[in-house]
Nanobody, 112 residues
Framework: QIQVVESGGGLVEPGGSLRLTCTYSGNIAHLYVMEWYRQGAGKQRELIASITSGGTTNYPNSVKDRFTISRDSAKDTVYLQMNSLKPADTAVYYC??????WGQGTQVTVSS
């Protein structure tokens, strides 16, 4: 059984930083992509970062140059470094493995 667990969310002031962590466990025959999504209140879930098994990363313009996804394969962990946070970044952040396995999410609130 595949388990995905996110952590690292919290309350941060505008302009601040947070690092989210996603740890997965279980037998994955072939891990080809890890992704971070977010869903704000009353909004659709949106993809904000992805990293392939080859290390290729991708971001939408809304977070490019502020967010960085990285992966530690030895620890079965993916990180999301978020800098220059804005109130608009407030959302529940989810990690997904191969589009199929999801965590429960971690709340990020950006407010003064």
């Amino acid at each position: 059984q595949i388990q995905v667990v996110e952590s690292g969310g919290g309350l941060v002031e505008p302009g601040g930083s947070l690092r989210l962590t996603c740890t997965y466990s279980g037998n994955i025959a072939h891990l080809y992509v890890m992704e971070w999504y977010r869903q704000g209140a009353g909004k659709q879930r949106e993809l904000i970062a992805s990293i392939t098994s080859g290390g290729t990363t991708n971001y939408p313009n809304s977070v490019k140059d502020r967010f960085t996804i990285s992966r530690d394969s030895a620890k079965d962990t993916v990180y999301l470094q978020m800098n220059s946070l804005k109130p608009a970044d407030t959302a529940v952040y989810y990690c997904a493995v191969n589009h199929d396995y999801w965590g429960q999410g971690t709340q990020v609130t950006v407010s003064s």
